[in-house]
């Protein structure tokens, strides 16, 4: 094995913090609306490291390291433009602020008020559907891991019978985040979420100080340096001959990122889970600074096993990571354990202990929050809105409902797993499936929450191209890999056809307009209790940066605070880039700013670590004390009732 005494110790430790958590959360899951959001009683903090979590992923942990590996620090340089576009969308509250004021406990029950119930069980199927496809890896990718990063053994034997440890393990693991679910819901889940969030965050800002004080940074700019000329890992300005993560790739996911805002249902219990829409938006701008250490890390950890891999002093880590890869199956696979396999062999004990740790918990917070919202889609969205006239379920006939879906899910992961073989980058796989729902939904969320004039043909139109793009395109790269169109570009397509198509079948159809105060309880439909008010005039000034009533003297610093480091690194791009347009800016230049920004962002992620920490454990806190206290609504269910429409 590759693990010693004190990581093992490291990895039980933390396994045993997480199950104490959901034991915690056992006694206060009363009700369907508890295990589907949470009773509504999550503060910020709480949400930014728990849905931060559970959003990573070990699968995506995995892709990070494969894409980075391959993209070096180029993609970083362009994302300061994102850093701008999502600084924009969290002030704002773009989307996720008008669904919370919905109050609905999934996007199909919103869809269903806003356009109709049998478009609700459509976009309810299309969203399972791929949700299922994209999710079907996920329990692969994190075995794979394990077995190798660990050393464990390909098959063991019981009472003399031969079990392979791949499909055990993923039996394993997919049982532990069953057991989280099944515990406590949501409840359970953002509980154990942000256990396993403080602890990630803490070893991603160990593993950047180990990086920064223990490896030779000339090593590194040495072995970036070997890339070709025109694929540059270090200068962003080099890239045109790199085939897949390249500026193409960047600015299909920035607007990806506008049109598809909330269009993922993996972590759809986070959607509702907020004491109220301000807390959810503030949630969301503490995500801006909940996620550096986390980027930072998966960035320069790929970068650490590249110079390995390729500079000459590694000499006897590459050969024997070279060994282990040529045991394994090549293509998508090879590509996946490569950087794992080098950590394995550069690692310190108890820091490689530390990662599989990390590991742990990033596949049980995945898995838990996706099982627990493509159970739940499957009956709030598909089959309980053709109940909206009988009798609304027991809550415990509910829940057991929800519990067998959920496990229905784990059943199909399980042996999707087993039988399917990628065929290329984690990343290109993600945005091909989840361009399934996504590539149609955002024109239909954002279309719904903003614009009067939206229709219902127009949902159907824009869902059905969408979903045929995207599915067209995973059946033609499956028996054609070398398709020219990669996965990213098939999103592209879904998106701008579903886009062009619901703004014309809404201008051609009838001109009814829809009542969008009484959707988001807003003027007489207004909900009291929803929102606190902070200042019944706030001026005009803080209105400006998106401040309203509601927002008290700390959430105007935050603001700023978030508006000042974002527009920190969007000055630096636009400077840069200036600089880089007008003369040559040589590699050893690029590597002296990416010394200082990774430093930086190591000093500003251990901050930041303290911070989130001590502000979660109250949120903690305080929700705990709100489930206690709640009154629980038995027609608090999903389910949209004739009193609720139009």
Request: net charge positive.
């Amino acid at each position: 094995m590759n693990l010693g005494l004190i990581d093992w110790t490291i990895v039980a430790f933390i396994a045993l913090l997480m199950f104490g958590g959901v034991q915690i959360s056992k006694r206060h899951m009363q009700g369907v609306a508890d295990f589907l959001a949470a009773g509504r009683s999550a503060g910020r903090y709480i949400l930014s490291l728990s849905s931060g979590v559970a959003a990573l992923g070990a699968i995506t942990i995995v892709s990070q390291l494969e894409m980075n590996y391959e993209a070096g620090f180029t993609q970083t340089w362009w994302g300061f433009t994102m850093g701008l576009v999502m600084l924009v969308l969290t002030v704002s509250g773009w989307v996720n602020y008008r669904f919370r004021q919905t109050r609905a406990l999934t996007l199909s029950q919103f869809l269903e008020a806003r356009y109709s119930r049998g478009f609700r069980v459509f976009a309810g199927l299309i969203a399972f559907a791929a949700g299922l496809v994209n999710f079907g890896i996920f329990p692969s990718v994190g075995a794979r891991f394990f077995i190798h990063f660990c050393g464990l053994p390909l098959s063991f034997d019981v009472l003399g019978i031969t079990i392979g440890t791949y499909p055990a393990l993923m039996a394993c693991l997919l049982g532990i985040a069953l057991y989280f679910v099944y515990s406590g819901g949501q409840v359970a889940i953002i509980i154990s979420d942000f256990i396993q969030g403080v602890f990630v965050n803490l070893v991603f800002v160990l593993l950047l100080l180990y990086v920064l004080v223990g490896l030779d940074w000339q090593h590194m700019a040495e072995a970036m340096a070997m890339a070709p000329e025109q694929a540059s890992k270090i200068n962003p300005f080099k890239t045109s001959h790199m085939e897949d993560f390249n500026l193409g790739y960047f600015l299909i996911g920035v607007f990806g990122v506008i049109y598809g805002a909330m269009s993922w249902q993996g972590t759809q219990g986070y959607n509702a889970s907020a004491t109220s829409a301000h807390e959810a938006k503030m949630g969301g701008v503490l995500g801006t600074w909940r996620g550096l250490g986390q980027s930072t890390a998966l960035l320069l950890v790929p970068i650490v096993a590249f110079m390995v891999m390729h500079h000459g002093a590694y000499e006897g880590i590459r050969s024997v990571v070279d060994g282990k890869l040529a045991a394994l199956e090549p293509g998508a696979i090879e590509s996946q354990l490569r950087v794992p396999l080098v950590l394995v062999e550069l690692l310190p004990a108890g820091l490689l202990g530390a990662f599989a740790a990390v590991m742990l918990a990033a596949f049980v917070s995945t898995h838990d929050t996706y099982l627990h919202s493509w159970g739940s889609i499957l009956v709030q969205d598909v089959i309980l809105p053709f109940r909206r006239k009988k009798e609304p379920l027991k809550p415990k006939t509910h829940l057991l409902l929800l519990r067998l879906s959920i496990f229905a899910v784990a059943v199909f992961i399980y042996f999707f797993s087993l039988w399917f073989r990628p065929s290329e980058y984690i990343a290109m796989f993600f945005a091909i499936t989840g361009a399934i729902f996504a590539g149609g939904s955002g024109a239909v969320i954002i279309g719904g929450l903003y614009w009067k004039r939206g229709t219902t043909a127009a949902a159907w139109t824009a869902m059905i191209t969408g979903s045929s793009v995207a599915v067209g395109g995973i059946v033609i790269r499956q028996f054609n890999p070398d398709f020219p169109v990669n996965g990213q570009q098939f999103w592209m397509l879904s998106m701008f056809g579903s886009s062009i198509l619901y703004v014309l079948v809404s201008l051609l159809g009838p001109r009814k307009v829809f009542d969008l105060d009484r959707l988001l309880h807003r003027g007489k439909w207004a909900l009291p209790d929803e929102t606190k008010i902070e200042r019944a005039n706030p001026s005009r000034g803080w209105r400006v940066f998106g401040m309203g009533r509601e927002f008290s003297r700390r959430d105007r610093a935050l603001y700023l605070l978030t508006y000042a480091w974002t527009l920190l690194w969007g000055a630096i791009f636009g400077v840069g880039t200036i600089i880089n347009l007008s003369r040559d800016v040589s590699d050893a230049e690029w590597m002296a700013f990416w010394k200082v920004y990774i430093g930086l962002y190591a000093v500003v992620s251990a901050s930041v670590l303290v911070w989130f920490t001590v502000g979660g454990l109250g949120d903690l806190k305080r929700m705990f004390a709100r489930l206690g206290a709640s009154r629980r609504d038995v027609l608090d269910d999903g389910i949209v009732r004739q009193e609720d429409r139009q």
